[in-house]
């Protein structure tokens, strides 16, 4: 039986690479597909210069079809996710059905506005803007590389890529036992 998909979650321009081709490499080589979704479905391209194919719009994902949603960060998010309807829905859809969901960098902002983490451990990329949303969302803020609390892993940029992926793979393996 093959495994469901995890969505990762990109701005059309600017995601930051390692947070998605580090994490994408992980889940393929533990046996999951990767779904790539943005606000536009075609190439995205990321701020040191990779890109990616986006072959699915965010409002097309449904929570019962992926084993888990990551966030992608990048300076792309802040214009093109952080306020986007259908992610934040698709994002408490996730999380009311105990699934991990997981942002990286500036893209805890997006499950803050989504709502998911009142009274939780998150962290995000240390700049002004960025913890002020997790404020705003009711977030316990801790400036660590990444986080879990319970069903949500947050992660503070690109030098977490690898530890991020780890944590979202070890809860989706606790949850298959």
Known sequence: MSKPAIACVIAPEKFRD?????PKATFEKAGY?????????GTASGMLGGFATATCPISDLKAADLAALVV?????????LWGHAALHA???EMANAGKPVAAICISPAVLARAGILKGRKATVFKDRASIAELEKGEAVYEPRTC???GNIITASGPEAAAEFAD????LL????L
């Open 18 to 22: 390692e947070e998605l081709f580090v």
């Open 33 to 41: 597909r990767t779904l790539i979704a943005s606000t536009r479905i």
């Open 72 to 80: 992608v960060g990048g300076s792309g998010a802040h214009a093109h």
């Open 90 to 92: 698709l994002v408490r």
């Open 147 to 149: 986080i879990v609390d």
């Open 167 to 170: 944590e979202i793979l070890r």
């Open 173 to 176: 393996k606790a949850q298959s």
